[in-house]
């Protein structure tokens, strides 16, 4: 009860500490939505539009099952402001972009890219003769990073769900992710 209060309080702008929000440390945004509510594209469309509108320029979206991934071309249809990540090929820096910068990923791609990687070093490996050395977290960084996985690590993560977890999020995207 005292969280409806406090969010119909926010709403309607009573509590004066969350009147102004303070997007510049914001520069990477992911968003976990369960498969289930990504079905409904139109309401992906709204939070991306309502995101965009408070000045957030740079989403990921995942899902678990893809269902998102199917629904790629409607977002951008319906989100003129809007490119893919892989369109325009850009750094996620502070410099805050005209458009709002997209990426949909699921956890397929997390699979294909940690089995890209592992196999990356396990050939560099057999190259140098020593299959037995140690393997770093420099290691599978810079592996992900010449298989092309090694995406922005966001600032926050929003998981939109039933349970308390990241449902398969890129954990190597993650290390210093505040999670709500």
């Given at each position: 009860m005292a969280n409806l209060f406090e969010s119909y309080f926010i709403s309607y702008g009573f509590l004066k500490k969350?009147?102004?929000l303070h997007l510049e440390n914001l520069r990477y945004l992911a968003i976990v939505i369960e498969s289930e509510d990504a079905h409904q594209t139109s309401k992906v469309v709204k939070l991306l539009r309502w995101l965009d509108?408070?000045?957030v320029k740079n989403v990921c979206l995942y899902?678990?099952?893809g269902v998102l991934k199917k629904s790629k071309e409607a977002i951008f249809q319906k989100l003129k402001?809007?490119?893919?990540?892989?369109?325009?090929?850009e750094a996620v820096t502070k410099h805050v972009p005209d458009h709002?910068?997209?990426?949909?990923?699921?956890y397929v791609d997390g699979k294909e890219a940690v089995a890209k990687a592992a196999n990356l070093i396990f050939v560099d490996k057999l190259k140098q003769h020593n299959l037995g050395g140690e393997l770093s977290e420099t290691?599978?960084?810079?592996?992900?990073?010449?298989?092309?996985f090694k995406g922005p690590e966001p600032d926050l993560l929003l998981?939109?769900?039933?349970?308390?977890?990241?449902?398969?999020?890129p954990a190597w995207r993650m290390r210093y992710t505040e999670i709500v």
């Open positions: 969350y009147k102004s509108s408070i000045g899902d678990m099952n402001n809007a490119k893919s990540i892989e369109e325009t090929n709002m910068t997209l990426e949909i990923v699921s290691h599978l960084n810079e592996a992900l990073q010449i298989v092309g998981v939109y769900g039933p349970v308390r977890c990241h449902l398969g999020f």
